[in-house]
């Protein structure tokens, strides 16, 4: 059995194989750096992954860079309709009125892993499957990661896979009492690239054009998952049409599942030589469809930190982490603070007899504020599709 001390030590050990930690991943190792991803889960698991994704131009810049863009399987978004059920007031942000082809893409978690899989492989990146981390400690000035195929040694610890721990310190965080019901729904006629971000008082309901499909992000109370889960594909699909005001009609309902929605940001997403990123680092609402976005904005900025430093091995590396954590602060706390502040300012007065039709009118001449002053809707829609700063 070999001596963990006098193992070779490894510039990155990424945990987790997902998006977040593949394209970390392959940032790294583009670089010349020697790099070790591992997960629990099988080799398949990712792949058969159906969640829809929606990608801003931001983000398509970040993969491309990485040359892991899965073009063949993204499906432009021209067109964002945003407008609120039951009062006036709507807005329209289009690719053309910021120069773009498109405000975002949307595609499926399965075909971005295949992608970054697919650079992974011609980077001769080490993925490792079915390999559980069980432990890591300091161990001087390097870490000693426990996995159950023994230990390895590496100058940093990146965790890209699962979700904020309920005993770790937050920054911030907020249990909506709502959960997401996720299906595909193919629409009667096409959708033009056209999306819907339509904000009722159960909560937000999003289309997104997938292919010839809307993919649907259905918002509503905790107890009415279940139900709304297993209802008949007709009546869900009459909710859906009658959500987004008969804008939109179906003919096809694909499986449905239902995911329960919180806000949890971790507050120390550096600590040593271990960080954290992605959905490890903290989970929003999907009102915006910020969380995939703003974490690879983690991974971008990340890569842009510590290649000079482990590329060089000049002893810098404690430094180079303390300002990655410095340089996320902002966009971290604003893009959390911009999704809850929707998620909870458009269901403002829900139930509320004086306080809903205030609240609601509010919220319209709001919107029909941004609709026509177009400064307003550059700033928001630049804050959507490339992070927090968006000027």
């Known amino acids: 059995m070999n001596d963990a001390a006098t193992l070779p030590v490894l510039d990155a050990f990424i945990v987790g194989a997902g998006p977040v930690g593949l394209a970390t991943g392959c940032a790294l190792r583009a670089a010349g750096l020697s790099v ?71 595609a499926r978690a399965g075909s971005l892993v295949r992608a970054l899989r697919t650079r992974a492989a011609a980077l001769d990146l080490d993925i490792r499957y079915g390999l559980a981390v069980t432990g890591a400690r300091e ?34 965080s907020r249990d909506y009492g709502q959960h997401a019901v996720i299906a ?7 959708h033009g690239h056209v999306a819907y971000e339509r904000f009722t008082p159960q909560g937000p309901v999003a289309l997104l054009p997938c292919g010839r499909d809307y993919a649907v992000v259905y918002t509503c109370d905790a107890a009415d998952a279940e ?26 309902l694909g499986p449905r599942s239902a995911w329960p929605l919180a806000l949890r940001m971790r507050a120390d997403i550096v600590r040593g030589r271990q960080v954290w990123l992605g959905n490890a680092a903290q989970t929003l609402h999907p009102v915006a469809g910020q969380g995939l976005n703003l974490a690879l904005r983690d991974v971008g900025q990340l890569a842009e930190c510590l290649l000079p430093s482990l590329a060089r091995q000049d002893g810098a590396l404690d430094e180079a982490l303390a300002r990655y954590a410095r340089l996320r602060r902002t966009d971290r706390a604003a893009t959390g603070g911009f999704t809850d502040f929707l998620a909870r300012v ?29 400064p307003a809707r550059q700033f928001v829609g630049r804050r959507m599709m490339f992070r927090a700063r968006g000027w």
Do not use: N
């Open 184 to 190: 595909l729904a193919t629409p009667a006629s096409p």
């Open 346 to 374: 458009f269901t403002l007065g829900a139930g509320a007899p004086l306080l809903g039709p205030l609240a609601g009118h509010a919220r319209g001449a709001a919107l029909a504020l941004l609709d026509a002053f177009p």
């Open 36 to 106: 070790r991803v591992a997960d629990a889960g099988s080799a398949e698991r990712a792949l058969e992954d159906s969640r829809v994704i929606a990608l801003s131009a931001g983000s398509r810049d970040i993969l491309r860079t990485l040359q892991a863009w899965p073009a063949a399987d993204a499906t432009p978004i021209g067109t964002i309709h945003i407008s609120q059920r039951g009062h006036f007031g709507r807005t329209e942000l289009r690719a053309a009125d910021f120069g773009l082809d498109a405000l975002g893409h949307v």
């Open 139 to 172: 161990d001087g000035d390097a870490i000693e990661v426990s996995t159950a195929d023994g230990p390895v040694r590496v100058r940093v610890l990146l965790w890209c896979e699962g979700r904020v721990a309920d005993d770790e310190a937050l920054a911030r």
């Open 227 to 252: 139900a709304l889960r297993d209802e008949t594909d007709a009546r869900f699909m009459q909710r859906l049409s009658d959500a987004v005001g008969g804008r939109v009609r179906f003919t096809a």
